[in-house]
């Protein structure tokens, strides 16, 4: 499908080109004629001007070169363009101005991502899961059933320019924190992204996207458990939203926030997980069956520490990317407090590659600096060994994600 329109976009260019062409070709032979007629006409009267004619001549003969070159780039970027990076980090929340303004940072949270905002915009596609809601006030409080466990997140307007500013593409709209404010929270947040140009999936209102990035076409969606959200349990609506996705885009990127939480959830069960009386899903069978249905990449995040990383027919799934930019409000203890960002690259069908992860820590109240201890690569390690011992990939110790393909 997607091959028979780059022949298209390929056969539209070479027309284009040639046309361009046998333009310049016919416009050169006309003006050499009106030239030669001109100063023929112009020498009878006694007056010579070819300098106009030159001038004339020269700026169509540039707009054409502007025209081939452009051609010519697009098709060289066709051809050559054939791995895509593609990152993935989890949760991210940058403040919160509820239940009071302390829990927001200094300097409008712009020096938040300064330590790992190179890594972030080296991608062709950046993605992150944004948990919470933009509006600078108001909105339906949710209520909660356990006020313990119960936090509300509403980030200002002005700080989702960081994510911009940082080069994310697409957010995760599905999970806990997106109905914080109610419809009113749900719209505002829809509509500063919208403004923002970052595109996003994952609420009832909006479960997924469809978008192109230099030439390249992106289906994402996402889910959870959540009310208000595409839902993780079911499976059947998440294959055909995927489906459809694939039937018109190169790559489709799933995002999910499931599985139980905390340090003592670290495995991926292969079961479906229960958490606070809640049903999280089962990550394993939604992640291989939505792969089935044509998904590439699936970004898992929820459990607020890191999980393992697979690759299942060639797709790259991480079960659990932890928390990436998580200010004041969150438990950033032990293995709650590193991340990673994982670079995937794949080829222009989605297949896995390679991959690297660049090891995060949070420090002070939820600021994610490069870890030269590289904490998480070893969790990631350890934990895709004990949980996937039969996955096709090795992690290294400097975070390489090496795909041992077998034959077949
Ligand atoms: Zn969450």
Known sequence: MRRASKFFQLLFIAIAFYACKSQKQLTSQSINQQKADSIALAEK?????????????????????????????????????????????GDIMMGTNFPKVDYLPPNKGRNLLDGVRNELKSADLTFGNHE???????????????????????????????????????????????GDFGDT??????????????????????????????????????????????SIIEIKAAKEIISHLDSLNDIVIVSFHGGAEGKDHQHVTKETETY?????????????????????????????????VEVYKKRFIAYSLGNFCTYARFNLKGPNGVAPIVKVYTNQNGEFLKGTIIPV???????????????????????????????????????????IQSEI
Not at 185 to 213: C, Q, W
Not at 380 to 403: K, Q
């Open 276 to 308: 606070y009386g809640e049903n999280r899903g089962n990550v394993y069978r939604f992640s291989h069956e939505l792969i089935d249905a044509g998904a590439d990449i699936i970004f898992g995040h929820g459990p607020h520490v890191t999980r393992a």
């Open 185 to 230: 929270g749900r719209v505002n947040t829809m509509r500063v992204l919208d403004s923002l140009g970052i595109h996003y999936g994952g609420l009832l209102m909006k479960p997924y996207a469809s978008f192109e990035i230099d030439g390249t076409t992106y289906g994402f969606a996402a889910f959870s458990p959540n009310s208000g959200t595409q």
């Open 45 to 89: 009267f006694g007056e010579i001007d070819s300098s106009t004619f030159m001038v004339d001549k020269e700026l169509e003969v540039k707009v054409d070169s502007a025209a081939i070159k452009d051609s010519l780039e697009s098709l060289a970027k066709l051809f050559e363009k054939d791995t895509l990076l593609i990152i993935g980090v």
């Open 132 to 178: 919470g809601v933009i509006l600078n006030d108001g909105g339906e409080q949710k209520e909660c059933r356990n006020p313990d466990v119960c936090y509300l997140f509403r980030s200002p307007e002005y700080i989702a320019q960081n994510l911009v500013d940082a080069g994310f593409d697409v957010v995760s709209l599905a999970n806990n924190h997106a």
């Open 361 to 403: 820590k949070q420090i002070g109240s939820g600021i994610p600096v490069v870890d030269e201890e590289k904490v998480v690569i070893r969790y990631v390690r350890e934990l895709t060994e004990a949980d996937f011992p039969e996955s096709e990939i090795i992690i290294d110790d400097e975070g390489n994600i090496n795909y």
